[in-house]
């Protein structure tokens, strides 16, 4: 085992390791606890590039617990696809935490700064967990781990309205969670196996003699991870969960979080059951359907709100079934569709989401009608928040055009044409409910009058990773190939 | 005779089928809070049974594998494994959310829910 | 609850329950049960204490500290038994090419790091069921 | 009416699960599917490999080891979470300075 293919449980117990390190640093000042939970992030940074390299250079990699065989242990699979995602889980965590160390610990108590940061690393920790694991089970175990710290990152601001909202949400994803597990006993019963790849090359054979199970397997896990992913008609609990959360960690949620558990689906069904068993069964028809109404309705129920964060939820649970539909085409144009505008839209919600946190930790306000005349008093988030915006639309130079002009093309070759005309109207819907928030921050005048540019006073840690994710969202947007090789390969190696 | 024989056989499985549903339903239509808790247990119950169910032998003893003697039918060991991790999760699941209930009677003074989505309405009506 | 009779009752059988809850973890790995049960069962003892005696004397007993040091402590056990199989035998949990003792299989000293995982488990499972039912009480009388 | 009908969805719901369940294997000895070279392997080869005669403890803390510290780390977390909501201020008794909670 050389050193490298060692650096993927290093940094599983390097983020576990903070956490548990955080209340024992209560006798120093806050600011260490800070400072080294920032070293620990770059270093699992760097480590995951090194991991993606070595990976892109020698390939795929297991690492069995325990020296056992796949067979009776469990293992880690670092191949394209979990090197690359976990990269940039972590970078986009990064941002985020050095983002939240001016606004996540507004509005919580004196004392509760230790525990936000303690459940944000077990949340990485779970994360990367999920995504390195080719184990079922231990997929499960994991995504309890993400759930229990979601609620409760949602709930740690002592407001009324989080409780009911972190409850609801803890109800419909223990109900997620147990249909997940219901298609993990279903395909144990018919395998014996929890390993991903030795269920799916037993399933391939026995499927038609068992097709009773494989069906109600696959039926309970896609809508157990739909009610986790909030795929359209299970996504409930998300505009107030993320409404509730701190501004930081809302970004978190609706960046990253959910796409976690799409990501999931994706595993499921390209390495669990393989796209002969879904095509055989047309799963990917229902699928397709499913991501289509949320896209449309999505985008709808996103109009109605008056509460910025609401509206950045509800635009989310469209913008998740833009991503299912990529996931549902069973192409690889179509999968790399889907990851492209994971990437996409992590960038750009947690752009609209952190730049919203500004102006919120600065104003407290979070109507959507009293925005006006922001533009002014706020020009750095709010220009951000524009070109995230933008993106959200489809608008050409931003990554969220390049996202969808692809997942236009890939339903062409699928042969299903019919979808894009849902894209299209998608486009109009998000363009309906973001345009007038840009209208009135930058054409009508704020209650000040006050016409000329005066900056913001946000502190510096909060304005940097605004910018940054903003010019990854033009980055991106100009020259998509930085990481379209890397998303086709993570394509390849799922298959 | 073969179906009355295959119900038998399939009696476990459609007993934790049963307590998944009654659970489900218990979690969606009841409006108070501790109700749905318990929806959520009697879920977690039903799915635990179903994984044992599948690891059953019949006439298997538990796995002590006695090192003298050899031989003996053994149940399959791994379902019982996956439970004893299985209902630590149900168990921290359920005191997050008892602890939440907490929270919200302590708040709105009551643990039904539609009372609370009622004081909720009036709130957003008012301000 | 300060009846005599159940408070010299339970000052007796206390650390009885305590013994068979560290019975079965010690046991874990030659009879049924191990770290899950017997943590439940010490865990229970603390709590049927808590009831009886009232939250005072029970913080005394297992203080805020020391549930603090339970919780991480239990873990870092574990991490630091899988680290050693890491750095020994180069993959994280192994057990015997990682030089823990075997020893002879049916007797206590048998399993390697078996057992000391199972002390682990306990420790944990043990700290949460009290820390969490010291939570809860303490919220109604603060 | 409501109740009687989300009553009825979910009678349906378990008629459907039940027939899939009759059409699913109901074998419950050494040739079930579930029944693999796995379990065979737990049985037999546990005792020397891992020295440990109940199989189940050597499945759980060997084996399948990185499971159950997942489940202590869930544990874990149920603290930190339920500490976060129920104990929100710092209390007199507790230390004023108690800023990582």
């Not at chain 1, 994706?266 to 991501?291: D, F, H, R």
């Amino acid at each position: 085992m050389t050193m490298i293919e060692q650096l993927p449980v290093i940094n599983l117990l390097a983020l576990l390791a903070m956490a548990l390190l955080v209340p024992l640093l209560r006798g120093r000042s806050f600011k260490t606890t800070l400072i080294l939970g920032l070293c620990v992030l770059l270093g699992v940074l760097l480590s995951s590039i090194l991991i993606l390299y070595h990976v892109h250079t020698e390939g795929a990699f297991y690492y069995h617990f325990g020296g056992h065989s796949p067979v009776f242990g469990i293992e880690l699979l670092i191949n394209e696809f979990s090197a690359l995602f976990t990269m940039l889980i972590i970078a986009l965590v990064t941002l985020v935490y050095v983002y939240s160390t001016g606004d996540a610990t507004e509005g919580i108590g004196e004392n509760e700064y230790g525990r936000y940061y303690i459940l944000l690393f077990i949340l990485l920790f779970s994360m990367f967990g999920i995504i390195y694991t080719n184990d079922l089970f231990n997929t499960y175990v994991f995504m309890e781990i993400l759930s229990i710290t979601t609620c409760s990152i949602i709930s740690i601001k002592r407001k009324k309205e989080n409780y009911t909202s972190a409850f609801r949400y803890v109800m419909l994803n223990e109900i997620g969670s147990l249909s997940y597990l219901f298609g993990v006993a279903l395909l144990y019963m018919i395998t014996g196996y929890t390993n991903i790849e030795l269920v799916h090359g037993a399933i391939q054979q026995s499927w038609p003699l068992y097709s009773a199970n494989v069906v109600t397997a696959v039926a309970f896990m896609v809508v157990g991870i739909g009610f986790k992913a909030a795929i359209f008609p299970f996504h409930i609990w998300l505009p107030d969960a993320h409404a509730a959360a701190p501004n930081s960690s809302s970004a978190i949620l609706s960046a990253i979080v959910v796409k976690v558990y799409l990501l999931i689906l994706v595993k499921v069904i390209y390495s669990v059951y393989g796209v002969t068993i879904m095509t055989a069964l047309n799963m990917p028809l229902i699928i397709g359907l499913i991501a289509a109404v949320g896209m449309v309705m999505g985008s709808v129920f996103a109009i109605a709100q008056k509460d910025i964060k609401r509206m950045l939820g509800y635009s989310s649970v469209a913008q998740i079934g833009y991503i299912v539909m990529g996931i549902s085409l069973m192409s690889v144009a179509g999968l790399s569709a889907a990851f492209f505008h994971i990437v996409s839209h992590g960038l750009m919600k947690a752009a609209l989401f952190l730049a919203a946190g500004i102006i919120i930790y600065d104003r407290k306000i979070r109507r959507v009608n009293l925005f006006d005349g922001l533009g002014f008093q706020f020009p750095v988030s709010m220009f951000v928040f524009g070109i995230a915006a933008l993106g959200m639309i489809g608008i050409p130079i931003t990554t969220g055009f390049i996202a969808k002009f692809n997942l236009a093309f890939a339903t062409l070759d699928a042969g299903r044409g019919i979808f894009i005309v849902i894209i299209v109207i998608s486009g109009l819907l998000n363009a309906l409910y973001y345009m007038p928030v840009l209208i009135s921050a930058f054409l009508r005048d704020n209650p000040e009058k006050q016409r000329h540019i005066t900056f913001e006073k946000a502190p510096r840690t909060m304005l940097v990773p605004v910018v940054v994710l903003g010019i990854l969202i033009l980055a991106l947007g100009i020259y998509p190939d930085l990481i379209w090789g890397l998303l086709e390969s993570a394509v390849l190696s799922l298959q | 005779m073969s179906f009355f024989q295959s119900l038998l056989d399939h009696i476990n499985y459609l007993g934790a089928v049963a307590l998944f549903v009654i659970g489900l339903f218990t979690v969606v239509t009841h409006g108070n809070l501790i109700k749905r808790i318990m929806g959520i247990n009697i879920m977690g119950t039903g799915i635990f049974l179903f994984f044992v169910a599948i690891g059953n032998v019949t006439g298997g003893l538990p796995p002590i594998i006695d090192p003298a003697e050899e031989g003996g039918t053994f149940i399959n060991p791994l379902p019982s494994v996956l439970i004893l991790t299985g209902i630590v999760v149900v168990v921290s699941i359920t005191v997050y959310s008892l602890s939440l209930v907490v929270r919200i009677y302590e708040t709105y003074g009551t643990t039904d829910q539609d009372e609370i989505a009622k004081m909720i309405r009036e709130e957003n009506d008012n301000d | 609850m300060d009846d005599l009779i159940v408070k010299t009752v339970v000052r007796i059988i206390i650390p009885f329950v305590q013994l068979f809850g560290i019975y079965i973890i010690l046991h874990g790995h030659v009879s049924p049960g191990g770290g899950f049960a017997g943590g439940t069962l010490i865990g229970t003892s603390f709590i049927l204490y808590t009831l009886v005696f009232g939250i005072g004397p029970a913080k005394k007993k297992f203080s805020h500290r020391m549930s603090e040091f339970a919780e991480s402590g239990g873990i870092i056990l574990y991490l630091a038994i899988g680290v050693v199989g890491m750095v020994v035998a180069g993959s994280f949990l192994t057990n015997a090419e990682a030089g823990f003792p075997l020893g002879e299989a049916g007797s206590l000293l048998s399993g390697g790091m078996i057992p000391l995982l199972m002390i682990g488990i306990g420790i944990k499972v043990a700290s949460t069921m009290v820390t969490l039912f010291h939570t809860l009480i303490e919220e109604e009388t603060s | 009416m409501r109740k009687k009908l989300t009553g009825f969805v979910f009678v349906a719901l378990f008629a459907i699960l039940s027939i899939n369940i009759m059409r699913m294997p109901g074998i419950f000895d050494e040739t079930a599917p579930a029944y693999n070279e796995a379990t065979r392997h737990y049985l037999e080869q546990s005792v020397e490999e891992t020295g440990a005669v109940n199989v189940i403890a050597a499945v759980l803390t060997d084996y399948r080891a990185f499971d159950t510290l997942g489940e202590t780390i869930v544990l874990f977390t149920a603290i930190v979470a339920v500490v976060s909501i129920l104990r929100p201020f710092a209390k007199k008794k507790d230390p004023v300075g108690d800023r990582n909670g």
